[in-house]
């Protein structure tokens, strides 16, 4: 059965996307640690990152990176932190989340009634700044 990752990644479920290739997807969490706080999701559904090719694995990191800088200059956070978990979606993925402190990196703090209009701006502010980055594959 396909996850819920690659239910949005093929548009049954509706996802706000900042970025796309033919490897990898990013969009923001509907449940964001802080405004802001994004997945990068290979299309390959692997359920552990240990699992990932190689080469996916680094392509991950670099779009990670991409988001993370945008993130940085969009948001002013202190740092761009990632961690990649993996239990609550058995789908590998990246959360790229703005922090000033550790304890924003606290999962029980998730915002699970984000605001449409607030979740839209993010994505919004990063995929401006991804454009101002010169970075390809900026989703529309």
Not at 56 to 73: D, E, F, K, T
Not at 105 to 125: C, G, I, P, T, V
Request: net charge neutral; aromatic share 4%.
């Amino acid at each position: 059965m396909a996850s819920v990752f690659t239910k949005i990644i093929q548009g049954e479920i509706p996802g706000r996307f900042v970025y796309k290739d033919d490897r990898c997807v990013a969009f923001l969490t509907i449940a964001p640690l802080k405004p802001g706080h994004t997945l990068v999701v290979p299309r390959e559904e692997v359920d552990h990152w240990i699992d990932l090719p190689p080469e996916l694995a680094a392509h991950l990191m670099v779009v990670s990176r991409h988001v993370g800088r945008a993130i940085q200059a969009g948001f002013k956070p202190t740092k761009v932190a990632i961690t990649i978990l993996g239990l609550e979606v058995r789908h590998t993925h990246i959360h790229v989340v703005p922090i000033n402190a550790e304890s924003d990196m606290h999962f029980e703090r998730q915002d699970h009634n984000a605001k449409s209009e607030d979740l839209d701006a993010a994505a919004r502010k990063i995929r401006t700044e991804l454009r101002k980055a010169g970075v390809k594959g900026v989703a529309d």
